[in-house]
């Protein structure tokens, strides 16, 4: 999920009751719903090391009680000023639990079990980011300051207003979890639909429902079948016709295909892909070279992919380069 979306859940958690376990909840329960991204760094090392160690050992199970107390350490040090440890660190977990709850429920997707397994879960449930998920925390923001506003001009001015924030901090968590829970029924019903289904003829192998941006009723399918990638749009406000699906071929194994395989490029994509699709054609500038595509069809579309990894084979089956791409 973006930052501004864990900024907001961490503030709310504050303003719903947290801030009175520790002097300075806000801002350990602010930094505890972000610190797991400080893995952003990264980037540094180029697009392949971002890609390994996104949401890596700081989104783990086994690192949030360290990223907990990071959080209180850094607030301690930044303030020079006392916190009640037990308070803070048990404020500061349950932020760092906001950061991964709100990441399994988009597509990309987190390895919790790390470092014993590399195992992706993910729930399909929220686009990244989501417009309505900020709706909702927008709300939870502007209610409590026009409520204050209003409140100011009818009163006296010597009346302060206790717990501000509580009640748009409340409303705003609990209507997030609503409508989570609601996406999250909508996604079993499009997984269902995609699931019994033939497409030109195939079953199924394994299916996916991706959430768009808009429309929560609507759903980018894929499905894999043994020889090809379906991609329909599933409306749940209207029939389902799979034969007005993209139809993808899965194409044979060669000796690019084999090759590209072989670099450390394409065996770290394919550890965090989980629906690619391969696509090879001759290059224009190297006679008889071929350019390979490996696609996760999760992200953007065959014609403008967003997660890929591509290389350059010779005809002699040599990898001359080898990158991976996202936007």
């Known amino acids: 999920m973006d930052n501004l979306t864990h900024t907001a859940v961490g503030l709310f958690l504050s303003r719903a009751g947290l801030n009175r376990w520790t002097p300075h909840a806000t801002a ?6 972000n610190i797991p991204d400080m893995d952003v760094v990264t980037a540094a090392g ?23 107390l990071l959080s209180v ?3 301690r040090a930044i303030s020079r000023a006392p916190v009640r440890w037990l308070g803070a660190f048990a404020a500061a977990l349950i932020g760092v639990a906001s950061h991964l ?22 729930f399909d449930i929220a686009s990244f980011p989501d417009p309505w998920a900020w709706s909702i925390l927008m709300l939870g923001i502007l209610g409590p300051l026009l409520s204050r506003l209003v409140g100011s001009e009818i009163s006296s001015g010597s009346a302060r207003i206790r717990h501000y924030g509580q009640g748009g901090a409340i409303f705003a968590l609990l209507f997030l979890t609503l409508y989570d829970s609601g996406r999250a029924v909508l996604h079993a019903r499009a997984v269902n639909i995609l699931e019994s289904r033939l497409y030109q003829g195939a079953a199924p192998l394994r299916v996916a429902a991706c959430p768009t941006q808009m429309n929560p009723w609507r759903w980018k399918g894929i499905v894999e079948t043994s020889g090809f990638f379906a991609l329909p749009s599933v409306n749940l406000l209207d029939d389902f016709d799979p034969t007005r699906s993209l139809i993808l071929d899965k194409p044979d194994r060669g000796p690019a295909i084999d090759a590209a395989r072989a670099t450390p490029v394409f065996q770290e994509f394919l550890r965090f892909s989980q629906f690619p699709i391969w696509r090879v054609w001759p290059d224009s500038k190297i006679e008889n070279a071929k350019r390979v595509d490996a696609i996760d069809l ?26 991976f791409h996202f936007r």
């Open 28 to 33: 350990i329960l602010v930094i505890a719903a």
């Open 46 to 68: 180029g697009s392949l090391s971002y890609l390994h160690y996104h949401r890596h050992l700081t989104h783990s199970l086994l690192a949030m009680p360290l990223m907990a």
């Open 73 to 75: 350490a850094l607030v």
């Open 101 to 122: 709850l709100l990441d399994l429920t988009n597509t990309y997707g987190v390895r919790l079990l790390l470092p014993f397994s590399s195992q992706w879960f993910r």
């Open 298 to 323: 999760r992200f953007g579309f065959p014609t403008a992919p967003a997660f890929y990894a591509r290389a350059l084979v010779d005809s002699h089956g040599k990898v001359i380069e080898s990158a």
